[in-house]
C-alpha cells in the first residue's frame, strides 16, 4: 500500500509514522496508510508558509478566484468519489457523504467569489483635506485545525476563506479521517498556487497540532473540536498574542409545542438528534416537549427509530451509519449507563448491533422521562442518544433550552408564529431553527454559536473575513 504523504512547501514528503485509516463499518478494510508528520516537519510548514505570505498577501483577486473556482470545480465534478471515501473513514451514510462532498465543493466556489469582493471604506475625516480609508489585509499564516466528524466540509469552510483573503496555510487533518484531508490537499496542490501557501500536515494534535499552535509565525489559528483542545488552544494562542477562533461543542435543544405538526416535529427531531449516527456538534441531544403531545411524540419517535436501518455506511437502504470508533462506542455506551443509572427510562435502542462485517453499530438510543440537570442533558455524548424532557408550557420549554453551557443552535417545532418569533428572538444560541431540524444549514452565511459552543469570530459566508483579515485605516494628506 502507498503512504500518502504530507504537502510541505510545494513537494509531498514522508513522515516518520505511519497512520492506518480503519474503515469503521469494516474493521478488517484498511482505506489507506497516511503520513504522520513530526513536529519538524510541522515547522517546516510554518516556516513555507511563512515564506509564501508576502508574495501571496498581494496576489490579485483573479488569481484566488482562478484558484479556488478550479478546486470547488474538482471537487464538485468528483463528489461521489469523495463521499464514498468519507463515507469509508468516517462512517457517515453515502448520500450523507456525497452532499458533505459536494458542500465543500460549493463551499470553495463562494469563496472565490469573496475574493473578488475585496471591499473597503473611504471616509471623510473629521480633519480637512484628510482622506480616512479602511481596508483588509491578509493575517499571514494561518494554521487550521479539524475534527473528524465532517471531514471535508470543515477543513473546506476555513480552508477556501483563509486562501480568498490571501493568506497561506497550514492544515492539520483529525488524525482519525486524514483521507478526505489528503484527496482535498491533492486538489488544491494541482490549483496552481506558489509553493508554501497551502500545507498539509497529518498527525497527532499534541505533536502536529502542538507545533502549529505554537509556530511563531502563525498569526492565526482556527480550530474545531472538542471544548477540552479548544482550551488548549486559546492558552497558547492567547500566550503568544495570535488571533484564534474556536468552535467547540453542543447540548443542542429542540423544542416541540402542543400546537406542533407532529409529523414535522417527529422528523426534524429524528433528522436532528441520530442522522450522521448523532455525530454533530449540531445534534438536537435534547428534545423538550409540551406535556400536552409529549405521549404522542414520543411513541411517534420510538416507532420511527425501531424502522431506521444501522448497517454499513456504503450499503444502499442504510439511515445509520456505524460510530466512528471504539473511544467514541465507549463514551456512548458509558453514557447509557450514566443515563440508566440517574433514573431516565431507556425507551428504545441503545443496543450494541452485529452486522455483515465487523463494525462500530449501536442502535439509536432514546431516553424519556429526563431532567434538565442529569449529566446526560449536561454533557456532550456526541453519539446517536438522546433525551426527551417534559416540560408544561412554552415559558418552561423556553427555561429549559437555555439552561445549558453551551449554544451553538437550537430548534422549535411549532405553528404558532407568535412563540416562534419570540424563540427566534430569545433562544440563547448561534443558530435559531424553526421547523427544521437544529442541524442543517447554508454555506453562504455565519456559521457558529455563543457560550460554551464558540470563541471569537463567525465562520463561513462574508462573515468569514472578521476572522482571516486584519483591518487597516490609512490617512492621507492631500493638501
Ligand atoms: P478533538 O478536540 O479531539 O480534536 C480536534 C482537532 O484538534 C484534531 O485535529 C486533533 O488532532 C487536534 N488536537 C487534539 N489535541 C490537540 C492539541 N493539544 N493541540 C493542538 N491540536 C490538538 O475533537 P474531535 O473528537 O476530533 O471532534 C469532536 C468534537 O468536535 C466534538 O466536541 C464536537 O462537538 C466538535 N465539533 C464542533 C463543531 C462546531 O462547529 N461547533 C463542528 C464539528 C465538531
Known amino acids: ?250 447540548k443542542n435543544p429542540f423544542v416541540v409545542l402542543d400546537d406542533a405538526d407532529l409529523g414535522t416535529a417527529v422528523e426534524c427531531a429524528v433528522n436532528g438528534a441520530f442522522f450522521s449516527t448523532g455525530q454533530r456538534c449540531t445534534a438536537s441531544s435534547r428534545l423538550i416537549v409540551t406535556e400536552g403531545i409529549h405521549d404522542r411524540f414520543v411513541a411517534a419517535v420510538v416507532e420511527r427509530l425501531n424502522a431506521l436501518v444501522v448497517d454499513d455506511a456504503l450499503k444502499d437502504g442504510t439511515h445509520i451509519g456505524p460510530v466512528v470508533d471504539q473511544r467514541q462506542l465507549d463514551q456512548d455506551l458509558s453514557y447509557l449507563e450514566i443515563g440508566t443509572g440517574e433514573g431516565a427510562k431507556l425507551a428504545c435502542g441503545g443496543e450494541r448491533l452485529q452486522r455483515a462485517t465487523e463494525g462500530f453499530y449501536l442502535s439509536p438510543a432514546l431516553f424519556t422521562e429526563t431532567d434538565n440537570a442529569m449529566r446526560i442533558n449536561r454533557e456532550e455524548i456526541f453519539g446517536p442518544v438522546a433525551s426527551v424532557i417534559r416540560v408544561k408550557d412554552y415559558d418552561e420549554a423556553l427555561a429549559v433550552a437555555n439552561d445549558t453551557d453551551f449554544g451553538l443552535s437550537s430548534g422549535i417545532a411549532t405553528t404558532s408564529l407568535k412563540h416562534a418569533a419570540h424563540f427566534r428572538r430569545n433562544a440563547e444560541a448561534g443558530m435559531v431553527m424553526v421547523n427544521l431540524p437544529t442541524a442543517g444549514v447554508d454555506y453562504h452565511v455565519p456559521f457558529g454559536g455563543r457560550k460554551g459552543s464558540s470563541y471569537g469570530a463567525r465562520e463561513q459566508g462574508s462573515y468569514a473575513a472578521e476572522f482571516y483579515t486584519t483591518v487597516k485605516t490609512a490617512y492621507t494628506f492631500a493638501g
Not at 484566488?64 to 474538482?74: H, K, N, S, V
Not at 493575517?139 to 477543513?155: D, E, H, Q, S, Y
Not at 509553493?195 to 498569526?219: C, K, R
Open 1 to 250: 500500500m502507498t503512504v500518502h504523504q504530507n504537502f510541505i512547501a510545494g513537494d509531498w514528503v514522508g513522515g516518520g509514522d505511519v497512520n492506518r485509516n480503519i474503515n469503521p463499518s469494516d474493521l478488517s478494510d484498511v482505506v489507506g496508510e497516511y503520513a504522520r508528520a513530526d513536529a519538524g516537519q510541522a515547522g517546516q510548514a510554518v516556516a513555507a508558509a511563512a515564506a509564501a505570505a508576502p508574495a501571496w498577501g498581494r496576489s490579485t483577486p483573479q488569481a484566488r478566484f482562478d484558484a479556488l473556482d478550479a478546486i470547488g470545480t474538482e471537487i464538485l465534478a468528483r463528489r461521489e468519489e469523495l463521499g464514498r471515501l468519507l463515507s469509508r473513514e468516517e462512517g457517515k451514510t453515502l448520500p450523507e457523504g456525497i452532499g458533505e462532498a459536494a458542500r465543500a465543493g460549493q463551499i470553495f466556489k463562494f469563496f472565490a467569489g469573496e475574493a473578488l469582493r475585496q471591499t473597503g471604506d473611504v471616509v471623510a475625516s473629521v480633519r480637512p483635506g484628510i482622506e480616512a480609508a479602511v481596508t483588509r489585509e491578509p493575517l499571514g499564516v494561518v494554521g487550521i485545525i479539524t475534527p473528524w466528524n465532517f471531514p471535508i466540509a470543515i477543513p473546506a469552510w476555513k480552508i477556501a476563506p483563509a486562501l480568498a483573503h490571501g493568506n497561506c496555510v497550514v492544515f492539520k487533518p483529525a488524525d482519525l479521517v486524514p483521507g478526505c484531508g489528503w484527496a482535498l490537499a491533492e486538489i488544491i496542490s494541482r490549483a496552481g498556487l506558489p509553493a508554501g501557501v497551502f500545507n498539509l500536515v497529518m498527525g497527532s494534535g499534541a505533536v502536529v497540532g502542538d507545533a502549529i499552535l505554537n509556530g511563531p509565525a502563525v498569526a492565526g489559528v482556527s480550530f474545531t473540536g472538542s471544548v477540552d483542545t479548544g482550551r488548549k488552544v486559546a492558552a497558547a494562542c492567547v500566550g503568544r498574542g495570535a488571533k484564534f477562533q474556536l468552535e467547540m461543542g453542543g
